[in-house]
């Protein structure tokens, strides 16, 4: 079978990894990744290791370290991990126009939402939790508008410059006396 295979062809329908192989004789086979496939994938992706996300998927131990290494050479299973992380990043990374936008509304003045959590460490657990309002002081307002002003190129830094430099210095002072006192 390994021989009729020409190419997998990746495809990511909603939230399942779907894959699809094409034979020589043009037949298309789906294969799917099973459920501890995906669970080790997504181990893999919190933990990096991939022999604990093979044990944590439910593989046994004695068995994780090989089918951790034959996983990880599996096309549908590293394209999973690759859109399951370019998820998470894009989730977790604030953009640009993200922090512009929150720099401008701390530059207006707006109305901001803070929150606070006291947190007791011998009990692990959370004492209060409070969401409140506040207005931004003129230093934050100032910061803010800096940090517009410096993304958008308003500012530019001082620069330090270190060079060697050739100095020649030519002596022709007595050609001008000359010429002087002609």
């Known amino acids: 079978m390994q021989n009729d295979i020409l190419s997998f062809i990746a495809l990511k329908l909603g939230r399942n ?3 699809f192989i ?3 004789g043009g037949v298309i086979m789906k294969k799917k990744l099973t459920i501890r496939q995906k669970r080790f994938a997504d181990e893999y992706i919190i933990s990096g290791n991939a022999t604990q996300s093979a044990v944590n998927a439910g593989y046994s131990k004695k068995t994780a370290y090989s089918i951790a290494c034959n996983n990880m050479k ?3 299973i590293l394209e999973y991990i690759k859109k399951r992380m370019e998820e998470v990043d894009a989730a977790r ?3 640009v126009k993200e922090a512009i936008e929150v720099s401008s509304s701390i530059a207006r003045g707006e109305v901001q939402k803070g929150y606070k959590k006291v947190f007791n460490k011998l009990t692990k657990k959370i ?5 409140y309002e506040f207005t931004p002081r003129v230093e934050e307002r100032q910061k803010s508008l800096e940090h517009i002003l410096r993304c958008n190129g308003a500012f530019t830094d001082k620069v330090e410059l270190n060079a060697n430099a050739y100095v020649e210095i030519i002596d022709d002072i007595e050609a001008i006396d000359d010429k002087k006192a002609k």
Request: charged share 55%; net charge negative; proline share 6%.
């Open 22 to 24: 094409i034979k020589k």
């Open 127 to 131: 004492e209060e939790e409070l969401e």
């Open 93 to 95: 990374t604030m953009q």
């Open 74 to 76: 599996k096309p549908e």
């Open 17 to 19: 990894a779907e894959f």
